[in-house]
C-alpha cells in the first residue's frame, strides 16, 4: 500500500517503467473494452445458442472479477491516499463510493441474468434480452465513469504522491490483474493494449506472473472466441 504521509511534490513523472499512459488508465481502457466486446456480443447472440450462452457465463465471471478486483483498489488504495492528504473532498469520495456500488450492482444483475441464460432457468429471449440492455447500460456507464476518474484521479496523485510511492501504486495495479482468475488476468489485459504498453507493464509483475500470463494466452483466447465472436 503507497505510503499517505503529507509530502509537497508538484511533479509529473512517466511511470518509471516505460508505459506511455499510466497503467490504472490502460486497465480501465481494457475493462471498457471488454464491456463493449459483451454489450455486441450479446447483441448478435440466438436465444437457442445454449453453448454461447455457457461461454458467455463463464468469460463474464472473470471480466466481472477483473472490474470489481479493480473498484476496489481505488476504493481501498487510491481515494484513502487522496483523502488523508486532503486532495479529495468528502462529497467527491461519496459521490465515487455511490458509483462504485451502482456499478457493482450492474455487475450482479449482469451476472444473474447470464446464469439464468446458461442454466437455460427461464425464458431464453427474455433473459437475453435483459442481459443485452444491462451489458449496455454498464459499457455506458463505466465508458463515463473512467473518463471521469482518469481526470480527477490520476492528475491528484501525480501531484500529491511523491514518484516511489506512484511507482508503489502501479505495481498494486498491476498486480490486481495478474493475481485474478488465471485465464482472465495478465492474458486478457495483453489482448486490449500495445505491444510497446505490454512491455512496459509485463516488467511491474514477477517472472512467474508473466510465464502464467504467457501461457494462458491461449485458454484466454479461446474463452474470448466462443463467447463474443
Avoid: C
Avoid at 516505460?18 to 480501465?28: F, W
Avoid at 427474455?126 to 481526470?151: I, K, N, P, S
Amino acid at each position: 500500500m503507497p505510503d499517505v504521509s503529507p509530502t509537497t511534490s508538484n511533479h509529473r513523472p512517466a511511470p518509471a517503467n516505460g508505459a506511455s499512459t499510466d497503467p490504472a488508465t490502460l486497465v480501465r481502457r481494457a475493462l471498457l473494452a471488454s464491456a463493449r466486446e459483451l454489450d455486441t456480443a450479446l447483441g448478435t447472440t440466438s436465444p437457442h445458442d445454449r453453448r454461447r450462452h455457457k461461454a458467455l457465463d463463464r468469460w463474464f465471471a472473470g471480466y466481472a472479477e477483473q472490474l470489481r478486483r479493480h473498484l476496489q483498489l481505488v476504493d481501498a488504495l487510491v481515494l484513502p491516499a487522496l483523502s488523508r492528504r486532503g486532495a479529495l473532498p468528502a462529497a467527491d469520495l461519496d459521490a465515487l463510493a455511490e458509483d462504485h456500488a451502482w456499478i457493482d450492482q450492474l455487475v450482479s444483475d449482469l451476472g444473474d441474468a447470464l446464469g439464468v441464460l446458461s442454466f437455460d432457468l427461464g425464458s431464453a429471449a427474455w433473459w437475453l434480452g435483459r442481459a443485452h440492455d444491462l451489458a449496455g447500460t454498464l459499457a455506458h456507464v463505466l465508458q463515463v465513469q473512467f473518463g471521469h476518474e482518469d481526470e480527477l484521479l490520476t492528475p491528484l496523485l501525480v501531484d500529491h504522491l511523491t514518484d516511489d510511492e506512484l511507482e508503489t501504486l502501479r505495481v498494486e495495479v498491476v498486480d490486481a490483474v495478474a493475481s485474478g482468475p488465471v485465464r482472465f488476468s495478465l492474458a486478457w489485459l495483453r489482448a486490449h493494449v500495445s505491444t510497446d504498453d505490454w512491455a512496459a507493464l509485463a516488467s511491474y509483475t514477477s517472472a512467474a506472473s508473466r510465464l502464467l500470463g504467457l501461457t494462458a494466452r491461449g485458454a484466454y483466447a479461446r474463452s474470448a472466441l466462443a463467447a463474443l465472436r
